[in-house]
Each structure stands twice: as structure tokens, then as C-alpha cells.
């Protein structure tokens, strides 16, 4: 899976969630099932239209607030 992600998007990995967010116009958010993704990260790119989690629960995103998108 990652092999076709890799593929197909241009990614910026970016591996400390509580980090400012980087430079730059993202489209999506790619999240391992066991990350946690703070609402102050999403805050910071206003680009973004999709929040997507690899693995099988969807706990650790912001459900309420992605609806936003």
C-alpha cells in the first residue's frame, strides 16, 4: 500500500503530529491507525479536503470536525 501511495501523491511525511504543521498546500492527511491527530494540526492547513487512516479504527480522528471539510 505504501509502495502505490508513494506512487501516485506527491508526500511530505511529517512524523511528529505535535510539530507545527509544514510549509506547503496540502490536499490530504494520511494518518497511521495508532496516531492521533490534533485538531490544532488540521487547523493549520487550510488546504485540506481529506483525512484518511491506514489501518482498521477510525478513534483517532476528529470526526465532528472533519465534517467540516
Known sequence: MQAEIDRRFILCRHADPQAPAPAGNFQAILIRSNT???KALVQQISSIRMVATCGVSYDNLLLAYS???
Open 36 to 38: 492521533k491527530l490534533p
Open 67 to 69: 465534517a467540516a471539510f
